[in-house]
């Protein structure tokens, strides 16, 4: 499946402008993610405004992280833009690698270290009921690459992934629904 450059530069330069401002120095709060409470769901949803900025401060990041872990939950939405979403992710050792079949997934690592596993083939392949993942066992023949603070994983549909080799690892994790385009000649 191909896909426009609008939707691939947007992706990219998103992941980008987190990555610029994943430091705790240079986050700044208008519209601010409030702390989650000890008994706040596992996923918030906030839709993003069409007619402002939204921000989100470091401090309320690292607070929705530390709920997260003390919880054992892997996952919080803190942005649904109905095609795309933006997500503080905790991946455990024991997560299944998955296939995408409709949607980019972009890893910006904020904190520690990893092995991302991309490409191959994914075994003992599941389809998820809920979503548009298929989740397998392990990848066969994939391509083993360490990850840091500050990389960027971009993995486009159709291709497994998954991580392993976790140290501190922390990413946000931005989805976009993938687009069919016709080729051009």
């Given at each position: 499946?191909?896909?426009?450059?609008?939707?691939?530069t947007?992706?990219i330069?998103?992941?980008?402008?987190?990555?610029?401002?994943?430091?705790?120095?240079?986050?700044?709060?208008?519209?601010?993610?409030?702390?989650?409470?000890?008994?706040?769901?596992?996923v918030?949803?906030n839709?993003?405004?069409?007619?402002?900025?939204?921000?989100?401060?470091?401090?309320?990041?690292?607070?929705?992280?530390?709920?997260l872990?003390?919880?054992?939950?892997?996952?919080?939405?803190?942005?649904?833009?109905?095609?795309y979403?933006v997500n503080?992710?905790?991946?455990?050792?024991?997560?299944?690698?998955?296939v995408h079949?409709?949607s980019?997934?972009?890893?910006?690592?904020?904190?520690?270290?990893?092995t991302?596993?991309?490409?191959g083939?994914?075994?003992?392949?599941?389809?998820?009921?809920?979503?548009?993942?298929?989740?397998?066992?392990?990848?066969?023949?994939?391509?083993?690459?360490?990850?840091k603070?500050?990389?960027?994983?971009?993995?486009?549909?159709?291709?497994?992934?998954?991580f392993?080799?976790?140290k501190?690892?922390?990413?946000?994790?931005?989805?976009?629904?993938?687009?069919p385009?016709?080729?051009?000649?």
């Open positions: 499946m191909k896909t426009g450059p609008s939707i691939r947007s992706a330069t998103l992941a980008a402008l987190l990555t610029v401002t994943a430091s705790p120095a240079t986050f700044c709060s208008e519209a601010a993610v409030a702390a989650p409470a000890a008994a706040a769901p596992a918030a949803t839709r993003v405004p069409s007619d402002r900025a939204t921000f989100f401060a470091n401090g309320d990041l690292q607070n929705i992280w530390k709920d872990e003390a919880r054992q939950v892997i996952n919080q939405r803190i942005v649904e833009g109905g095609s979403s503080v992710r905790i991946v455990k050792p024991n997560d299944a690698p998955l079949q409709a980019f997934d972009i890893w910006v690592v904020t904190a520690g270290s990893a991302a596993i991309t490409g083939e994914l075994l003992n392949p599941v389809k998820r009921a809920v979503a548009d993942d298929t989740a397998g066992t392990d990848i066969r023949g994939g391509t083993d690459r360490a990850i603070q500050g990389d960027i994983v971009f993995i486009p549909p159709g291709v497994a992934h998954g392993k080799d976790l501190d690892f922390r990413a946000f994790l931005i989805r976009f629904e993938a687009k385009t016709t080729a051009q000649p």
